[in-house]
């Protein structure tokens, strides 16, 4: 594929059918124009990149603005369409489900929805999970908690026989709500269907509570879960304050990527250590962790330290690779091993320390959508049901450039966004924790 195809969206057809929606294509009459097909949104804003491809005589390269089309591909009154949500736990899965019902049948009348129970297994009948029939009625109120009502799971499955449980089930599209391995699989989901010829929309909504795919600016949820995780950090500095070399270890989510670690100590800036996944360090020598702890304790009598589930895994010996059912690697607990490690360095010192360990990642990741959340929820619903309606198929929706567009789910899951331990967002973190660049 050229790069002038990169973020193309792939199609099931001609869209023959006029959208149900009143909106106009008039500017300046005040309703909502549809979009059109030829509007498009510039993927990198910069002078630099705009340049280079107008001296090449190029356009630059471009996303695919989201938003209802004025011709839809499927026959809203004869639509089904169904709603899986897998991985773990998010805040804001029930404000999507819930957006995504709302959207399809008031917007479109679209008369029958279903729900796809405990993920990827309730596409598959030998895991005996029966399909939900959702409606407005079912969905009104479940905004208000945290979790899936439909219920998720980690892993796969056999993918043809979810494409027939589909076909079995005449569904003609698929709104599937999770991270990296929630996207891949539906992909390969739209892969299987178009090896069929069939004429099935796949949507991913991506998910995932470490904010972690990439290109997009933020997943659903992530801002909640610092939202949530910011009173800790208060109450954990207030338990270091109360002792003489008091020390508080908060750990936070964050498999690979420490931007919940990060956002949640500059939102509470009470942190005096943010350890993350993408950066190396150590704890014995000059410059080490334990070292600088050692001289914080000296100056101030107590210490907050923040660190991602993901950091420091290169400190664990003999470490065994050990994946999940999501495929995901299972890291040693950091936050019990510093907690150990810290107590044995200052034993040995002869230094008395209180150490308060703290982990409430489970809290985190159920708690309901706070309100910017709910708002992000319900747009990025919209915007997936606009573009299934209007046939395009194997695409997230999602925010680029605080603009909604249409990404190939082939994109987003090429790698993992990280903190980029040179740019501004990781300088404001050791502004504000006032930790050196680097430990060890």
Same mark, same amino acid.
């Given at each position: 594929?050229?790069?002038?195809?990169?973020?193309?969206?792939? =199609?099931?057809?001609?869209?023959?059918?006029?959208?149900?929606?009143?909106?106009? =294509?008039?500017?300046?009459?005040?309703?909502?124009?549809?979009?059109?097909?030829?509007?498009?949104?510039?993927?990198?804003?910069?002078?630099?990149?705009?340049?280079?491809?107008?001296?090449?005589?190029?356009?630059?390269?471009?996303?695919?603005?989201?938003?209802?089309?004025?011709?839809?591909?499927?026959?809203?009154?004869?639509?089904?369409?169904?709603?899986?949500?897998?991985?773990?736990?998010?805040?804001?899965?029930?404000?999507?489900?819930?957006?995504?019902?709302?959207?399809?049948?008031?917007?479109?009348?679209?008369?029958?929805?279903?729900?796809?129970?405990?993920?990827?297994?309730?596409? %598959?009948?030998?895991?005996?999970?029966?399909?939900?029939?959702?409606?407005?009625?079912?969905?009104?109120?479940?905004?208000?908690?945290?979790?899936?009502?439909?219920?998720?799971?980690?892993?796969?499955?056999?993918?043809?026989?979810?494409?027939?449980?589909?076909?079995?089930?005449?569904?003609?599209?698929?709104?599937?709500?999770?991270?990296?391995? =929630?996207?891949?699989?539906?992909?390969?989901?739209?892969?299987?269907?178009?090896?069929?010829?069939?004429?099935?929309?796949?949507?991913?909504?991506?998910?995932?509570?470490?904010?972690?795919?990439?290109?997009?600016?933020?997943?659903?949820?992530?801002?909640?879960?610092?939202?949530?995780?910011?009173?800790?950090?208060?109450?954990?500095?207030?338990?270091?304050?109360?002792?003489?070399?008091?020390?508080?270890?908060?750990?936070?989510?964050?498999?690979?990527?420490?931007?919940?670690?990060?956002?949640?100590?500059?939102?509470?800036?009470?942190?005096?250590?943010?350890?993350?996944?993408?950066?190396?360090?150590?704890?014995?020598?000059?410059?080490?962790?334990? =070292?600088?702890?050692?001289?914080?304790?000296?100056?101030?009598?107590?210490?907050?330290?923040?660190?991602?589930?993901?950091?420091?895994?290169?400190?664990?010996?003999?470490?065994?690779?050990?994946?999940?059912?999501?495929?995901?690697?299972?890291?040693?607990?950091?936050?019990?091993?510093?907690?150990?490690?810290?107590?044995?360095?200052?034993?040995?010192? %002869?230094?008395?320390?209180?150490?308060?360990?703290?982990?409430?990642?489970?809290?985190?990741?159920?708690?309901?959508?706070?309100?910017?959340?709910?708002?992000?929820?319900?747009?990025?619903?919209?915007?997936?049901?606009?573009?299934?309606?209007?046939?395009?198929?194997?695409?997230?929706?999602?925010?680029?450039?605080?603009?909604?567009?249409?990404?190939?789910?082939?994109?987003?899951?090429?790698?993992?966004?990280?903190?980029?331990?040179?740019?501004?967002?990781?300088?404001?973190?050791?502004?504000?924790?006032?930790?050196?660049?680097?430990?060890?």
């Amino acid at each position: 594929m050229s790069d002038k195809d990169r973020f193309l969206i792939e =199609t099931l057809g001609a869209s023959n059918y006029e959208s149900p929606l009143k909106l106009s =294509t008039t500017k300046g009459d005040h309703i909502f124009n549809f979009v059109k097909e030829s509007d498009k949104l510039l993927f990198d804003l910069s002078l630099e990149q705009c340049s280079y491809f107008l001296n090449k005589g190029q356009d630059p390269l471009c996303l695919e603005k989201s938003g209802p089309r004025k011709q839809i591909f499927f026959d809203a009154k004869n639509t089904t369409a169904a709603i899986v949500t897998c991985g773990g736990l998010c805040p804001g899965i029930n404000n999507v489900i819930r957006g995504v019902v709302m959207a399809l049948h008031y917007f479109y009348g679209v008369k029958r929805i279903i729900g796809v129970p405990y993920g990827y297994e309730g596409l %598959n009948p030998a895991k005996g999970h029966e399909l939900i029939d959702l409606n407005p009625e079912k969905v009104k109120d479940v905004h208000q908690f945290g979790g899936t009502f439909l219920g998720s799971s980690r892993g796969a499955q056999d993918v043809s026989i979810m494409v027939d449980t589909l076909q079995e089930n005449k569904v003609d599209m698929l709104f599937a709500i999770g991270g990296d391995g =929630t996207l891949k699989g539906v992909n390969a989901i739209g892969e299987e269907i178009a090896r069929r010829n069939a004429k099935i929309s796949v949507v991913g909504i991506p998910k995932t509570i470490d904010n972690d795919i990439d290109l997009i600016d933020e997943s659903f949820g992530f801002e909640t879960a610092f939202d949530v995780a910011s009173p800790i950090l208060r109450d954990a500095h207030n338990e270091a304050t109360g002792a003489y070399n008091g020390i508080s270890i908060i750990k936070l989510m964050g498999r690979d990527s420490g931007f919940i670690a990060a956002s949640a100590a500059l939102a509470m800036p009470v942190v005096n250590f943010v350890l993350i996944p993408e950066m190396d360090f150590s704890l014995e020598g000059e410059n080490g962790f334990l =070292t600088i702890l050692e001289e914080r304790l000296k100056s101030k009598k107590h210490a907050v330290i923040v660190v991602a589930e993901g950091a420091g895994q290169q400190l664990f010996e003999h470490r065994q690779v050990v994946k999940d059912a999501s495929g995901n690697i299972k890291h040693e607990d950091i936050g019990i091993f510093l907690k150990e490690q810290i107590g044995a360095y200052f034993k040995e010192k %002869n230094v008395p320390v209180t150490i308060k360990y703290i982990d409430p990642s489970y809290i985190v990741r159920c708690a309901p959508a706070n309100s910017s959340d709910s708002v992000y929820c319900s747009r990025l619903a919209y915007h997936a049901v606009h573009g299934a309606m209007a046939g395009k198929t194997k695409f997230v929706a999602c925010k680029v450039n605080n603009h909604y567009v249409y990404v190939p789910i082939s994109e987003v899951t090429k790698k993992r966004k990280k903190i980029d331990l040179e740019g501004e967002f990781w300088f404001s973190v050791l502004q504000s924790t006032g930790q050196p660049f680097s430990l060890g």
